[in-house]
Every structure is written in structure tokens, then in C-alpha cells.
């Protein structure tokens, strides 16, 4: 009888664990990965609340306002991860336009996660779909298909959005350190958080001169920084098919934007991308300004990655003479 009672409270308690696991776990939909992504693709109320609860927030930088020094790390934040999300997520993950080892493209995947733009698997399933359907119906978030303002925010708030396409990625899906943080993608944000927070109390008292604390650090560091992130990042998705020059004819919206470059650190040359995919340079003239790719050429020398793909040395003939884009990497 004691030993029947103690194995229910077993099952019990690994029940209300796994239950818990779940709920943490970005991948695991009670209805069905397939499911989920066959619902119709529309703008979800219930998901746009957390979208305006981080926007609000930011407000209460208006009563923790910044110091110089917060504002420096909000900075550094802000194109540190800038950095991430286009030399990690999109020409490594999705475009795997230069090697690196195992462990770098692991810290790769946990430093863009910090970036609170889900895992890297997850960005690269559907920056791999937009560039096989550019501006087609088939392509989630394109300004010529729907809205503009679905383009840069409504197609995240969709359900049929959520889920991970692995069908897309099986290249980086073999790897389980990977498929984990992709899994658990809200944990190196939560930690960049926590660690800005406790570090912001800490100078508040061992260097006052720096006139921070915690909350300051916390709302201005992550918050703040974390959303003005994600809209330069969705500008690409709507700004960058709608506003700007196109030099190839890629059969696409995607246009070239100096503005939208210095934003993103290179991404604004993006009908130059739509046409390179594979291009780990994305500024084709010394003028257009690329960096993501300046930093990433210093990677290569201090022999973090290799083999960085560059355009073909005709590339100019091949404004004329190629249309066809590039290929997507599977
Ligand atoms: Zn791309
Ligand atoms: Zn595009």
C-alpha cells in the first residue's frame, strides 16, 4: 500500500516536471507541429500582446533614465547582436556562406539567440523559405503579398509561424546541441537579462560614479536595445523589399538602401543579396558599406571561420548577362 502510494507520487511529480519542461520548450505544440503550421497565416491578437507589453516596458526608461555608460552598453548591445543576427543567423545558419567548427557555430547559435529573435534554426527554416518564394505567395513575410506592415511584424504574431520547419534545415538539424537552443531559445536572452540586472546593482554600489543600477541597466541595456534590434532587423523584411534601387533583376522586391546598411551593418544591399545568396559579401562596391562582412574577414584572419564565398569575379558581366539567383543551401 506505502509502496503503491509512493510510486504515484512518482509518476505524479515526473508528470508535473514534464509539463513544465514543455511549457519552456519552444518546439513541443500540444496539438501537433503539423497542425499548428497548417492554420490560416493571420495576425493573432493573443500574440501581439507580448510585442506590446515589451514596447511598454520601454517607457519606463522615462523614469530610469540613462547615463552615459548605460547608454554606451545599450549601444554595444544593440550591434553586438546587430552583428549576430547577420553574420551568425543569416549568412552562416541560413545561407552558410563561410565555414567554422562544431563549437563556434554552437556560440554562434546561443550569441544570436540573445538577440530575442528565437533560435537559429527556427530563422533560417524561414529565411530559407523567403528566398526560394521571394515575393511569391509561398513567402511568409513579403510586402508584395500581403502588407507592409505584415512584412515587418504581423507574420511573426501568426501561429502557423511558431514552429520550427526542420524539413527545411536538415543540414543544421543533425546537430542536437543545436536543435536544443533552438528548443530552449529564450534562455540566452533570459540570462543576457538577469546578468545585465544583477551587474547594473552591483556597480550601482561599487561605482557609483557610472551613475547606473540596476533597473536602469536592465530596461535600457536589454529592453530598449532588444526592441530598436528587432525593427532594424524586420526592416530588412519590409523596408528592403519596398524602398530603395534594384541593380540585378532578381524577379523580386528586394532593393539596395544605404540607410537600411548602416542600420543592419551590411544588410541593406539586399536585392545584391537576393542575387549572391551564397555570397558571404553582401556590398559589392567599396562604397557600399558591409559591416558585418569587414568583421567577418577579420574572423577569418584570426582563424575562427574559412572558406568565405564571394561573388564570382564577373560579377558585373553577371548583371547583365545572369538573372537567375543563387540557390538556397538545401
Ligand atoms: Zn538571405
Ligand atoms: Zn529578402
Redesign the pocket.
Known amino acids: 500500500m506505502f509502496k503503491l502510494s509512493e510510486t504515484g507520487l512518482v509518476v505524479k511529480v515526473s508528470r508535473g516536471v514534464r509539463r513544465i519542461v514543455r511549457s519552456l520548450d519552444s518546439d513541443y505544440f500540444e496539438e501537433g507541429t503539423d497542425y499548428v503550421m497548417s492554420q490560416p497565416k493571420r495576425v493573432e491578437l493573443s500574440r501581439c500582446m507580448p510585442f506590446i507589453v515589451l514596447h511598454l516596458i520601454c517607457l519606463l526608461g522615462l523614469i530610469y533614465k540613462p547615463s552615459v555608460f548605460t547608454l554606451s552598453v545599450a549601444v554595444a548591445l544593440y550591434l553586438i547582436r546587430m552583428f549576430a543576427i547577420t553574420g551568425f543567423y543569416h549568412r552562416y545558419f541560413s545561407h552558410r556562406t563561410y565555414s567554422t567548427s562544431r563549437v563556434m557555430q554552437c556560440v554562434f547559435a546561443f550569441v544570436g539567440a540573445t538577440s530575442g529573435q528565437r533560435g537559429a534554426l527556427w530563422w533560417a527554416a524561414h529565411h530559407r523559405i523567403?528566398?526560394r518564394e521571394?515575393d511569391k505567395p509561398g513567402d511568409v513575410h513579403s510586402p508584395v503579398q500581403n502588407s507592409f506592415l505584415w512584412s515587418h511584424i504581423g507574420w511573426i504574431t501568426s501561429s502557423a509561424n511558431i514552429p520550427t520547419n526542420y524539413a527545411i534545415i536538415p543540414d543544421l538539424a543533425k546537430y542536437p546541441e543545436l536543435v536544443l537552443l533552438n528548443r530552449f531559445d529564450w534562455v540566452p536572452a533570459f540570462l543576457l537579462a538577469l546578468s545585465l540586472l544583477l551587474t547594473g546593482n552591483y556597480l550601482q554600489a561599487a561605482a557609483p560614479q557610472l551613475q547606473t543600477s540596476g533597473p536602469q541597466l536592465l530596461i535600457w541595456g536589454f529592453f530598449v536595445s532588444t526592441v530598436v534590434l528587432f525593427h532594424g532587423t524586420c526592416c530588412?523584411?519590409s523596408v528592403?523589399?519596398v524602398f530603395g534601387s534594384q541593380r540585378f533583376d532578381t524577379k523580386?522586391a528586394?532593393r539596395n538602401n544605404l540607410l537600411l546598411a548602416l542600420i543592419t551593418l551590411g544588410e541593406g544591399w539586399?536585392n545584391n543579396?537576393?542575387r549572391f545568396q551564397s555570397s558571404v559579401k553582401q556590398g559589392l562596391y567599396w562604397w557600399e558599406i558591409d559591416v558585418t562582412y569587414y568583421v567577418l574577414f577579420v574572423f577569418k584572419h584570426l582563424g575562427i571561420i574559412s572558406d568565405l564565398k564571394t561573388p564570382p569575379k564577373n560579377w558585373d558581366r553577371a548583371k547583365v548577362l545572369v538573372k537567375a539567383p543563387d540557390k538556397v543551401p538545401v
Open positions: 523567403h528566398h521571394s530588412i523584411n528592403g523589399h523580386d528586394s539586399h543579396h537576393h
